[in-house]
């Protein structure tokens, strides 16, 4: 079912002439429930916000492209769209992007970051703690919880080239290095060669364990050449576990100021 919910965009415009700030708001959900409880939430708050509710992913991005919004919240349900992030930071490349969810693994998260997301944003928390994160990265802010700020801060970034991003996509699908060699026209010695300085160059062991950190890192095959990863996250051992429930005390959202 496709459902396109606009909330009386005019009437934030008219603020707007005003000299009041308006936050413009683009929301994606595709789920029916989500979208009339954002109806209700943000329509006594015309004042403040001026909003689209998207269900249809295959027109979020014209929606974006039309209404250049100040903030995107996309909710996420599964495995992290690259190329819809990249689509997105094409057509309206000053909007900032929240990402709604209940999980995400700390590698994804750091890429997310490096994808020019501003926040992510616990599906667990309260509908008053949504709006005042969509205000923080309209400002300027990031918001991430302190958990993951902490595991970016003691892990590490290790900038890859195309070739050793192709090569870490082809180990982490099984690949052996004969095959690789065919895929990628080389020498089955010069694959051997590639391997051993990437091995030591992101600190793994052997192909398994690059294997792992390809399927956390890298982009799977079909991701466009654009959203290719240009860096891999590696943390620290124990830290590349789904970060899972809401906020506390001891791990609330940290609000940062971009330079």
């Known amino acids: 079912m496709r459902l396109t919910i606009t909330i009386i965009i005019q009437q934030a415009t008219g603020l707007e002439h005003k000299g009041i700030e308006v936050i413009s708001l683009v929301v994606y959900t595709n789920e029916p429930m989500h979208a009339m409880a954002f109806t209700s939430l943000l329509e006594p708050r ?3 916000f001026a909003a689209s ?13 039309a209404s250049q919004p100040d903030v995107i919240l996309l909710s996420v349900d599964g495995p992290l769209d690259w190329d819809l992030l990249h689509k ?8 900032r992007v929240v990402l709604w969810l209940h999980d995400i693994a700390l590698e994804s998260a750091f890429r997310a970051k490096e994808y020019g997301v501003r926040g992510i944003l616990r599906k667990s928390l309260s509908p008053d703690m949504i709006l005042k994160c969509v205000q923080r990265v309209y400002l300027g802010e990031l918001w991430f919880e302190k958990t993951l700020t902490d595991s970016f801060l003691s892990g590490k970034t290790v900038r890859v080239t195309r070739r050793e991003n192709q090569l870490i996509t082809l180990i982490s699908q099984g690949l052996k290095n004969k095959e690789i060699a065919s895929v990628l026209e080389i020498s089955e010695g010069t694959v051997k060669v590639y391997l051993s ?13 690059l294997a792992l950190l390809g399927l956390r890192s890298v982009p799977k095959n079909g991701d466009s050449e654009a959203a290719a990863a240009k860096s891999v996250f590696l943390a620290v051992a124990g830290s590349g576990e789904p970060l899972q429930g809401g906020v506390s005390s001891a791990s609330g959202p940290l609000f940062s100021k971009l330079d």
Request: glycine share 2%; charged share 30%; hydrophobic share 45%.
């Open 46 to 48: 015309l004042n403040e």
């Open 88 to 95: 997105l930071h094409r057509e309206s490349p000053l909007s």
């Open 53 to 65: 509710i998207v269900a249809d992913a295959s027109s979020l991005a014209a929606k974006v492209a």
């Open 197 to 209: 300085r990437l091995f030591e160059k992101v600190g793994v062991r052997d192909r398994f364990e």
